[in-house]
């Protein structure tokens, strides 16, 4: 069972999430732009592919270092597919019509990270590893840290 996280523990995961989430951001745009200048690719397709690794990246490092999580991978990774099969065709849908506002292709795509990297932090923390944050080797080192210095 999990015992709730310190002030600094909770911090510390923002911060975490943060971090990965700009490695997976860089991800997506360089992906994005080779897809989309170098290939050609339509902005959706384009997107979509920049999308997927950057995803992949995100669930795996967040997943043992921000959550510390040992919960069913392939559990985890369909209720992050699940997550996805509402956030993608959302956030497809409203590129080209921004983009036909004459809104820069760019900017469409950083804010549409932002607004992922909002609802992914939230549905992960609060969802897919509810009950089960700080339950793989690193977290259970770092619990019982805590209860040897008498800070839980």
Known sequence: MQSTLTRTQNIVQAVKFTLFSAGAGIIQIVVFTMAFELVRLPNRLSY???LVC???FNFTVNRAFTFKSAKNVPMAMLMVAAYYAVFTPLSTWW???LVALGINEYIVL???MLVNFVTEFLYC???IYRGAINTNRL???EERRLRETGRK
């Open 48 to 50: 979509f592919i920049a």
């Open 54 to 56: 950057s995803v992949l």
């Open 95 to 97: 590129l080209d019509p």
């Open 110 to 112: 950083i804010g549409t």
């Open 125 to 127: 923390r609060f969802v």
């Open 139 to 141: 977290g259970l080192e």
